[in-house]
C-alpha cells in the first residue's frame, strides 16, 4: 500500500514538473521571439481613430465582421495608450488569460467529480500542445481566450448542488461577457443555459430542489435574452 501511495506521489510530481517546463517553454518562446508587427485583423484595428483619446463605447461595441470583441478592443484600447499597442505586450497577456482558461476548466472538471489529479494533469498538458501556437502569436487573439474563459467560468458557477444567488449572478455575468467576446460565445451560451435549465428541471423532478430554483433559472435566462437581444439589435448587419 505504501509502494502505491509512493509511486502515485511521484507519477504527480512528475507530471506537475512536466507541465510547469511545457507552460515555461510556451512563456519563454513568446518573450523570446514575439514581434512587435501586426498580423492580419489587427491592421484594420490599428487604422481605428477610435484607438487614440477618449474611451469611445460605441466603437467598443461596434461588430468586427460577424463579432462583438468587446473585451478584446478594451484590451487594446489599454495598451495602446499605454505603449501605442506594443503587440508583444498583448501577446503576453493572452498567455496569461490563457492560464485562466486551462485553470478555468480542470475547476469544471473537478466540479463534474473528476477526482483522478494524474487524470486533471494530463488534460491540462495536452491543452498546452503545440497544435494551438497561433493562438499564442497573434494580439488579437485574446478573444477567442476571453469566450472559452468566460464560458467555462459560467459553466463551474451555475452547475452546483447549491445555487446561491451570488453564484448564479456570477453565471449570468459570465455568459454575458463570454457573448461580447467573440460570436461563437452566443451559440456556446445558449448551450449553457440549456443544460442549467435541464440541471434545474431534473432537480425539480428528481431531487425535491427549492422553487426558489426555477426563479434563479428565469432571472438566468432574462439576463442572457436581454444581453442577446442588445448584440442583435444595436447596429448589426449580417456578414454575408
Not at 16 to 35: P, Y
Amino acid at each position: 500500500m505504501l509502494r502505491i501511495k509512493l509511486d502515485r506521489s511521484l507519477a504527480i510530481t512528475i507530471l506537475i514538473l512536466l507541465l510547469f517546463t511545457v507552460m515555461g517553454t510556451h512563456l519563454w518562446n513568446i518573450t523570446r521571439f514575439a514581434l512587435n508587427i501586426p498580423i492580419g485583423d489587427e491592421w484594420e484595428s490599428l487604422t481605428s481613430p477610435d484607438l487614440l483619446g477618449s474611451f469611445n463605447p460605441q466603437w467598443m461595441f461596434a461588430q468586427h465582421n460577424e463579432h462583438r470583441i468587446v473585451l478584446t478592443k478594451i484590451q487594446t484600447w489599454l495598451i495602446y495608450n499605454w505603449n501605442h499597442w506594443d503587440i508583444r505586450t498583448q501577446i503576453f497577456q493572452n498567455f496569461i488569460i490563457y492560464l485562466g482558461v486551462v485553470a478555468a476548466l480542470l475547476w469544471v472538471l473537478k466540479k463534474c467529480n473528476v477526482q483522478s489529479v494524474p487524470a486533471l494533469l494530463i488534460g491540462a498538458l495536452f491543452l498546452f500542445s503545440t497544435r494551438a501556437s497561433e493562438n499564442h502569436s497573434w494580439g488579437f487573439q485574446s478573444q477567442f481566450h476571453f469566450v472559452l474563459l468566460f464560458c467555462f467560468c459560467s459553466c463551474a458557477a451555475l452547475i452546483d448542488d447549491k445555487l446561491s444567488w451570488p453564484r448564479l449572478l456570477a453565471g449570468a455575468l459570465f455568459s454575458v461577457l463570454a457573448i461580447y467576446s467573440f460570436s461563437s460565445g452566443v451559440p456556446m451560451v445558449v448551450a449553457i443555459g440549456l443544460v442549467f435549465s435541464i440541471f434545474i428541471f431534473y432537480g425539480r423532478l428528481q431531487l425535491q430542489r427549492p422553487k426558489n430554483e426555477l426563479i434563479k433559472l428565469l432571472t438566468y435566462w432574462v439576463i442572457v435574452g436581454v444581453s442577446l437581444a442588445v448584440y442583435f439589435s444595436f447596429d448589426y448587419h449580417k456578414i454575408n
